[in-house]
């Protein structure tokens, strides 16, 4: 008998020896445990426990796993790299942005009291683009109409009459090239972090006046908390949207407790402030960049949010939704580049321009730092001599020195270990460095001056060149203020909590001794092998499993969505849109 015809299909005869295989099971427990990255980091290596007297016995080595190998999720946060590990990354940015809104994760659900407003922020225009319009019912409108039909300096029309269609590639793209401001935007982009912060220090200022009283009182009173996305527009410039939050300031002392400000800091009183900053503050374009000024531009949309359970949740899945994106919005690139690959990466002609005007503008910037560089750092004054084991009272001695001059020391122990820092305080039995780690001074083998640190990069230098692919936006795409909610970090840790009570649990033998380990116990050595998987039959596996438990997902968020309309049912109230996640 012969094999049916698709068996015959390389793709399919790989997939079947991948199902096949004895140790398929282990194959896809890896899969699971990297979130189904589609390119997951692979590695090499053992785990080894010490046992107290120097002794390392191997508990794990990848030898035993499928291909030798271990697979670890990129935790790329982009959609265009990784979808399940953007998903993932959208999923912790909505509890993020969430938890600031309404509670939960640690923060007091007295927070949905608080005035807060969801504003977007814009930049001005730098020259006219094609754009996709729609009018107030939602018809579309033709892109820029003139009955005039005006023609620029270099004999473009400066009109348009086209209806664009919302994934029209010309979207964003200049109706005159030569007319469009490519200095000004890329410019823009990169001050743009510091407009915010400008902005948000205008706000209160504005808040006072508002609320008729001194900055400093205000100040004592009041303390402003944010969220902000970045979007990319079609023609290339970064959009924010924020959600800005009032709160009580309290002491230092407590100053993580989160508490509702006075009533007189209304939530008109927030939007009102919030407008007359944006109106007003700007920041100045450095001279080598063609001096002047820049500010935000006229659209500014300012939604106050009300107390509402389910609108909040609405407001934070649309920043979420940004967040797992970045210049594929306007056509750019994923990657760093370098100003060799300008003319050769395949992108449109705008978005070459865009990549151009970065390196164009980096170089004027380097040449006029050239031109007037800083004044030479004073020489480093002698460094003090190294002190070692063999001399505790000189070890002693060296430890004193360093606190008092605030010294970078090098420690190394008897186990060969080494920490790099300033000595902040002394324990019983050693010391305390800026980073956190606890010396015994038994464990010492010696203390040594650090490396020297390399200078500090100019300030003058605005990373135009390194930001070409992005514009040059420098900030990162999501980012918060101190106060606002809960780390990343803590979602992260929180779920390798949960994966740790599971393992210990539901694990089979090798799993529960390994989590039984304390982290320190631990000894992973670890080598990079590759990125990417093997075959594409392993990729399309993964591929599948990724879209399978996506389903299981939502399916999930369905039944809770049901559970808790229900509650509300019983409870004789309209049911409504369970908030989820975009
Ligand atoms: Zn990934
Ligand atoms: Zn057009
Ligand atoms: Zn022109």
Redesign the pocket.
Known sequence: MTAPAVLDDPLTQAVVERLTRPDYPAFEAQLRSSGYCAQPVRLQGRVEVCDGHGHRRQVWTTDSEPDGLLRKACGNRREAVCGPCAERYRGDAWQLIVAGLRGGKGIPESVIGHPAVFATLTAPGFGPV??HLLGPDGTPLR??PRRDRPVCQHGNALS?S?I?GPDDP?LGEPLCPDCFDYDGAVIWNNLLGELWRRTMIHLPRRMAKLAGMTQKRLHELVRVSYVKVAEYQHRGLVHLHALVRLDKRMPAYRADELRAPAKRFTVQVLEHALRAAVAHVSVKVPDELGAGTIGWGKQLDVEQLCTDEQQRPRRAGYLAKYTTKSTEQAGGLLRRITHAEVEHVSVSEHNRRYLKTGFTLDDRVTAAIAADPLPAPPPSPPRPAPATFEDPNDLALRIARAMSTDERVTVRTHLGAEYVGRIVRRTPDGFMLDTGAVVAVAEVRAITAAPLQPPKRDKRDRRLAACAHTYGHRGHCLTKSRHYSVRFKDLRQAREQHVHEQLLTNGDQTQRDLAELAPEQRIGSFEFVGVGHLTTADALLAAQAAARAREHRELARQALYDHHNRRREDRCETPQDHPRPA
């Open positions: 094609h754009a892109c820029r348009c086209r664009h010309c």
